[in-house]
């Protein structure tokens, strides 16, 4: 092999090499794929969607109350039913989803799976790395089903104490109360449960080419669509401030968060913001105050 032949080879693996590590980086992300209209919030605008869509990050989802919807990525689908509210959060050790309220099953076929998907609700999160499971949050519970695999819980208020439980158990948490492990699920969650769920997910054959959103397309974001959002006991609701600050510049925005400071006090300095320290003046040098002499 002369040296024209090892370079272009050099040059072909590394493009490979390249190729590769771009797809492995966008693995990761999710595809929505609606069954009916899903409202989506990305940055500070709302989208109606009917149509597969890549979501980023910070994506805030809700089904309608007759629709339902799947997310997929590699090795990953996560079924929405009627009337969820979940985001796509940004997590350190991998995917993370944060669900505010409603049903949703999750099925990881990756056996090699290296990230841990991580679901966030108000009174309990857990983590899994393969498996299937099915989940229902409110703002006072939670509760999830293992139907194979594991998974490892942690209550929000003791995040540093992690429970793991395999396949075939049930948990439960209520607002102020300790977890529930058990073997069967309870009454009230199997009668809840939407019926699809029932049977093993599967993939919708995702499009090659999503569809875009076009800012055009949208609206800005009210303070109805955004209030369960601001107030909800999730980590996410850190970044809501930054995020959805410009808002906050008009009304009647401004307005609404003012009336509602008790349960937004992290908005406070923003409506309210500390009086500005007085600059103080630079002292002159010696040589340039004006003196005196007497004659």
């Not at 003791?158 to 102020?176: F, N, S, T």
């Not at 209030?227 to 906050?248: E, H, M, Q, S, Y």
Request: net charge neutral.
């Amino acid at each position: 092999m002369n040296a024209r032949t090892t370079l272009q080879a050099l040059r072909i693996g590394f493009a490979i090499a390249c190729l590769c590590a771009l797809q492995s980086a966008r693995a990761g992300q999710f595809i929505l794929v609606p069954e009916g209209t899903v409202t989506l919030i990305r940055a500070t605008t709302v989208f109606d969607v009917d149509a597969p869509v890549a979501l980023e990050q910070g994506d805030l989802l809700a089904t309608a109350a007759q629709g339902s919807a799947q997310l997929e990525a590699d090795g990953t689908t996560v079924a929405l039913g009627a009337d969820t509210r979940i985001a796509i959060d940004a997590a350190s050790g991998g995917d993370s989803l944060a669900l505010l309220s409603g049903w949703i099953k999750i099925a990881r076929t990756r056996a090699d799976a290296t990230q841990s998907l991580s679901i966030d609700t108000a009174r309990l999160d857990a983590a899994m790395r393969d498996g299937a499971a099915v989940l229902h949050a409110s703002r006072d519970s939670t509760s999830l089903f293992i139907e194979t695999g594991a998974m490892t819980l942690a209550l929000p208020d003791h995040a540093d104490v992690r429970q793991p439980l395999d396949g075939d158990h049930y948990a439960a948490r209520e607002a102020g109360k300790p977890l529930d492990v058990s073997t069967r699920p309870a009454p009230a969650f199997i009668a809840g449960m939407p019926l699809p769920f029932r049977d093993p997910l599967v993939a919708h054959s995702t499009p090659a080419k999503a569809r875009l959103i076009v800012a055009s397309q949208g609206r800005p974001a009210s303070f109805a669509d955004l209030a369960d959002w601001l107030t909800a006991p999730l980590a996410i609701r850190g970044g809501f401030v930054a995020r959805f600050r410009p808002l906050a510049q008009g009304e009647p925005f401004r307005s609404q968060i003012r009336q509602n400071l008790r349960k937004l006090p992290e908005w406070r300095r923003v409506l309210c913001p500390p009086p500005a320290m007085p600059r103080r003046r630079p002292a002159l040098p010696v040589h340039a105050q004006s003196t005196e002499v007497e004659s």
